[in-house]
């Protein structure tokens, strides 16, 4: 699977993009951002509230409880602000 990070989540966890194989466990956008954070200090800081990053799958912005079946791409930003 690949992850791309965006902003300051990109900076916390520094790096840009990773090819993670995730456990079978991991089944939804939820249970990604849990697992991520349990990879260490960088995770646990980018991660710390996870209500707040937004997720897309494929490009595609999906909530918290989407599926990751068939995902190529998961890309995490933080909130995005208008102006």
């Known amino acids: 699977m690949k992850l791309v990070y965006f902003a300051w989540v990109r900076e916390r ?6 090819d ?3 456990p079978p466990d991991v089944a939804t956008v939820r249970d990604l951002l849990a697992w991520l954070r349990g990879r260490g200090e960088a995770y646990e800081a980018a ?3 996870p209500d707040v990053i937004r997720v897309a799958i494929d490009r595609e912005h999906v909530d918290h409880g989407e599926r990751l079946a068939g995902a ?3 890309a995490l930003f933080p909130p995005m602000t208008g102006g």
Request: charged share 25%; hydrophobic share 45%.
């Open 47 to 49: 991660l710390r509230h």
């Open 13 to 18: 966890i520094g790096v840009s993009e990773e």
């Open 72 to 74: 190529t791409e998961i």
């Open 20 to 22: 993670l194989a995730l």
